[in-house]
């Protein structure tokens, strides 16, 4: 069988575990230039810190870097030979990179450096993009569902290592999931209407749960449950069983802390309006 990211030169190490794919490569480039002339844009003339904080373009430049961990290097190719490295390349397109690049305000940096015309398209786009199914915490929670338990089965999993297409997909599949929901959770964050924190927190507590349940299966089977990295797991040193549950572990464990640290944001703003005006 030929396997997509094969290079005939073995296995990778850390100094050659390198995707280069234009086609990641040249949106990322594109991305992190438009919102660094964006930034610039907004903060020329001494006013650092007008329309996109500090915090927020840090958030920026760790989004990036957990995109670029998962996609160049070094997880997508140690992902071939490892069932927690690919875990943890899930993890990091589904979890956290998405927070990561909402709270950087995308959409306020790629204005100011477009020109006016394509800031109105850019705009209308993004107005498009409200009708009421993407509006759906419901429909966001159980992408993210179906994501996570879909893309692990057995079958599913081979079938994208062995096609780059469908390789592809999948980590599009991860990140397009992952922004859906964070892109809810992050307006129920700003939102003052009553109730919307609670559904916000609960969509986190549903998520997580089948993160758990899915982490727990993989970190106490007592079977390979993956026969693609039988061979390859020992090629980094990794018996297949260790490999399977360092992978749950990365699943039930790291992976968590953005939605619980979501979920405590949320209830503390909750519990903020709830309280007494004096």
């Known amino acids: 069988m030929a396997f997509a990211h094969d290079t005939g030169h073995g296995v990778p190490t850390l100094a050659t575990a390198w995707t280069l794919s234009p086609l990641l490569l040249v949106p ?60 943890a390349q899930h993890m990091l397109l589904l979890a956290l990179a998405p927070p990561l690049l909402l709270a950087a305000r995308p959409r306020a940096a790629l204005a100011a450096a477009l020109p006016p015309a394509w800031s ?11 009708v009421a199914p993407l509006r759906s915490l419901a429909a966001a929670t159980l992408a993210n569902a179906a994501v996570m338990w879909g893309w692990h089965a057995p079958a599913a999993l081979e079938l994208a290592l062995a096609s780059e297409a469908v390789h592809w997909l999948m980590h599009g599949s991860f990140l397009a999931a992952g922004l859906w929901l964070w892109t809810l959770l992050w307006q129920r964050l700003r939102d003052d209407a009553a109730g919307g ?5 609960v969509a986190i507590v549903v998520v997580m749960m ?19 990295y039988e061979a390859r797991a ?22 968590c802390l953005p ?3 979501g979920a405590i944001w949320l209830l503390a703003r909750e519990l903020d ?6």
């Open 234 to 255: 020992p090629e980094l040193g990794l018996g297949v069983l260790a490999d399977q549950q360092l992978a749950g572990l990365v699943m039930w464990v790291p992976s």
């Open 197 to 201: 924190a609670l559904a916000g927190t």
């Open 28 to 87: 990322l480039a594109l991305f992190a230039g438009l919102y660094l002339r964006g930034l610039w844009r907004l903060w020329r003339g001494g006013h650092t810190g007008r329309g996109i904080s500090r915090a927020e373009a840090g958030a920026c430049g760790a989004g990036l870097l957990a995109l670029t961990l998962a996609t160049v290097w070094p997880f997508d190719a140690l992902g071939e030979w490892s069932l927690a490295a690919h875990m």
């Open 259 to 261: 939605y619980l640290a």
């Open 210 to 228: 089948q993160m758990g349940f899915l982490g727990a299966l993989l970190t106490f089977s007592r079977r390979a449950l993956y026969p693609f």
């Open 273 to 278: 309006r709830l309280r007494p005006v004096r």
């Open 120 to 130: 109105r398209v850019l705009h209308r786009c993004a107005q498009a993009a409200t």
